[in-house]
């Protein structure tokens, strides 16, 4: 897998996508290459982090700020609810990876959708009743990313010693 270079000189909505993109790469980086019970090893007890709790994460965080709160789309989680708040994490143990990965590539594609639409200074609605603008979801999924890309560098390291990229 190769990276897309971020430009250093484009504008603000292209600079943003570009750093999402490489951090959605990075991901799928952490993760190439590995069996699917290597993809659900778990961190250390008593988390029940793995590289495939993630994955399924980041579908429900993807699904949850782009698709329900700057696309007005009401749908559920893939993988939490309001009962099981931590599914996503807590249940990959069990779970089907190339269905993981599958809906966590559609909700990055509807998100990529959903955002060319939007100006940075679009605002959506939050289930809480709050408004962001498409600026600040864009801010802290890249931030997100890079928060559990970091957790995804230990989790890799401790399966087969893979470090860096």
Not at 82 to 90: G, L, N, S
């Amino acid at each position: 897998m190769e990276y897309q270079d971020v430009p250093r000189e484009a504008a603000e909505k292209d600079t943003l996508l570009a750093f999402l993109r490489w951090q959605r790469d990075t991901l799928a980086r952490k993760c190439s290459g590995l069996s699917p019970e290597q993809l659900r090893q778990r961190s250390a007890p008593p988390s029940t982090l793995s590289l495939l709790g993630l994955v399924r994460h980041m579908t429900d965080v993807e699904r949850g700020w782009f698709a329900r709160t700057l696309g007005g789309v009401d749908v559920p989680f893939r993988y939490g609810s309001d009962e099981k708040p931590d599914a996503d994490v807590d249940e990959a143990a069990t779970a089907d990876v190339a269905e993981a990965f599958a809906h966590w590539e559609d909700e990055c594609h509807r998100a990529d959708a959903i955002l060319a639409g939007l100006a940075m200074d679009s605002v959506g609605q939050q289930k809480t009743g709050g408004v962001v603008s498409a600026r600040w979801v864009l801010v802290h999924m890249v931030e997100e990313y890079s928060r559990h890309n970091g957790h995804a560098d230990l989790l890799r390291e401790r399966i087969d010693g893979a470090v860096g990229y």
